[in-house]
């Protein structure tokens, strides 16, 4: 619990230095997949969508994470017998990703192409495959580049992208999270780093083995967005 405790602590110290203003949502030591706030809500510039996670243990999240939403966006939520997992949901400008996985379903991602519609969003469906979500398979890490575990998602669905394929040795390196210029990544992967920072990347690292146990990432214990 230390350890994890100290990296969460390195993960919000890092954030901060490359420019972000951490709003905390208060713990609850009923919710321990709390953590992992990003499968809550997704936040758009238009709005933010409060998720309905797959797991139900993790419906109680809800509320606290939208107490605070509410003070920066309107909100609209995901309702039952839909799910949606913020995990499974990553934006590039107009164009919405969205993977249908074992936590999102068809009924979540629908409500989530209407809801985004009145603002021009496109929304893509990714089917996921041996992994929790979409982002453990596929994440952006800069404008025009997704870095990809090939073997968990197929590059062929994103074609207006440059594909940069992981290190084959680290299988759950493919979860990246930028932040402005800068690509915070886990620092337990540094052959897939290499591949990063040789392509022009600017890679900045956190230790984070203790998320990986609940196949966690660096994207999972943040929702970023511009006030």
Aim: hydrophobic share 45%; glycine share 8%; with cysteine.
């Amino acid at each position: 619990m230390n350890v994890a405790r100290a990296q969460h602590s390195d993960y919000e110290n890092l954030l901060e230095t490359l420019g972000c203003t951490l709003v905390r949502v208060p713990g609850a030591d009923d919710l321990p997949d709390s953590v992992f706030v990003e499968d809550t809500a997704i936040v758009l510039d238009e709005l933010a969508i409060v998720a309905h996670p797959g797991a139900a243990s993790r419906r109680g999240e809800l509320a606290a994470v939208a107490e605070i939403l509410g003070r920066f966006r309107s909100l609209v939520w995901i309702q039952s017998p839909g799910t949606l997992d913020g995990g499974d949901v990553f934006v590039a400008g107009t164009e919405i990703f969205v993977g249908r996985s074992a936590r999102t379903n068809d009924a979540g991602i629908e409500q989530l192409r209407a809801i985004v519609a009145p603002f021009r969003y496109a929304v893509h469906v990714i089917d996921v495959r041996k992994c929790l979500h979409l982002k453990t398979a596929v994440s952006p890490v800069s404008e025009d580049t997704l870095l990809i575990h090939p073997q968990w998602v197929d590059g062929a669905w994103f074609p207006a992208f440059r594909i940069l394929e992981i290190d084959a040795s680290e299988p759950f390196a493919a979860n990246a999270l930028r932040v402005g210029d800068a690509v915070v990544h886990a620092a337990e992967f540094p052959r897939t780093g290499e591949r990063l920072s040789s392509q022009g990347i600017d890679v900045v690292t956190v230790p984070a083995s203790e998320l990986a146990k609940a196949e966690g990432g660096v994207t999972c214990c943040s929702i970023l967005f511009e006030p």
